[in-house]
């Protein structure tokens, strides 16, 4: 690895002045060790020198992480996480040099947001997940649950009558609970029975596509909201393309950590950005993702808020990006 970047660098980020530095160290080295990145600079007319400051790193369209190995390092992975996928679809890949730095960014991430993972009891509810191989959400939550280290902390499938039960022995004790489901297992759960939560906190990691009707996400939270008793529901935002997370404490408003910041594309122009309170593709800055590509221009829809934090909207209709496109003629 180039001798100027230690892979936790981005734990000593305090100020913009500190993320706009590593942000061009982390740039110029995956210019110089991501081949299809520099390829895309390349096409976008993009040369390392020319970039002086974050804002005029160009991002990678997300795409690109199921057809090429989107990696700046040599050698073997420790990891090889994969996306979730309809059965047409062909999954992205993310080449893990080291799970340490991941374990970092994502415990250092929930920490900030939540503190310690010892302060909770973490019942994770995430069929879809747990089913497959190889995800990068199990890996975290798995993590987080050992370092919870509680005898009630685990993954439920679908015994929901044993998930309920643990629920209300928690409840009665008073212990702060973390439970974190996909959106439709959470739904499920109300379904088979609802219950009156005051000590348990519910976040939501999406994942609504092709299991039932679709619904708003404000719907989805009001549903969630009334099935437990609560006034607001928390959610988590990551991609397997991603080493670190954004978290809602409620409303939809989502913010990340110091090492993570959020741009806001025009859908007509990738290279053109928009201001607050403007729809648009969200592109992400992930600075702990040194090994692969920090610069990540996703599929997603949203918009910079004025008061802070950004909004998820939904998907772009059409996700081949141009310059996706102009690799693979």
């Known amino acids: 690895m180039n001798k100027l970047i230690n892979r936790t660098s981005f734990l000593k980020i305090k100020n913009s002045r500190d993320f706009n530095h590593l942000a061009l160290k982390v740039f110029n080295y995956q210019f110089e060790n991501c081949k299809v990145y520099r390829s895309y600079c390349e096409l976008m007319n993009i040369n390392y020198s020319d970039v002086k400051t974050y804002e ?60 310690k993972e010892s302060n909770y009891v973490i019942l994770a509810l995430l069929p879809s997940y747990l089913e497959r191989k190889n995800s990068s959400l199990i890996y975290m939550i798995d993590n987080l649950i050992k370092k919870s280290n509680k005898e009630d902390s685990g993954f439920y499938l679908y015994n929901y009558n044993k998930l309920i039960k643990t629920i209300k022995k928690l409840e009665s004790t008073n212990q702060k609970t973390l439970l974190i489901g996909v959106s439709f297992a959470l739904i499920d759960l109300i379904k088979h029975k609802k219950i009156k939560l005051k000590n348990t906190i519910v976040m939501e990691t999406g994942g609504m596509k092709g299991r039932q009707k679709e619904i708003s996400k404000k719907e989805l939270h009001n549903q969630i909201c009334s099935g437990f008793g609560i006034e607001r529901v928390h959610s988590e935002y990551g991609m397997t393309e991603l080493l670190s997370q954004a978290y809602s404490t409620g409303k939809g408003i989502f ?26 593709g969200i592109n992400i800055i992930d600075l702990a993702n040194i ?14 808020l004025k008061k802070g934090g950004f909004e998820i909207l939904g998907r772009l209709d059409n996700s081949d990006l141009r310059g996706c496109n102009l690799l693979t003629r």
């Open 255 to 280: 913010n990340t950590p110091p090492w993570m910041k959020i741009r806001i594309r025009s859908i007509d122009d990738p290279i053109e950005y928009l201001g607050y309170e403007k729809v648009g």
């Open 56 to 115: 005029k790193i160009p991002f990678l369209p997300i795409s690109l992480f199921k057809t090429t190995k989107v990696k700046s390092f040599k050698g073997k992975s420790e990891k090889i996480f994969f996306s979730s996928t309809t059965s047409n679809d062909i999954p992205s890949k993310h080449y893990i040099k080291s799970l340490n730095s991941y374990s970092k960014s994502f415990r250092t991430c929930f920490n900030n947001f939540y503190g």
């Open 291 to 304: 090994d692969s590509c920090s610069f990540i221009a996703t599929d997603d829809l949203g918009k910079k």
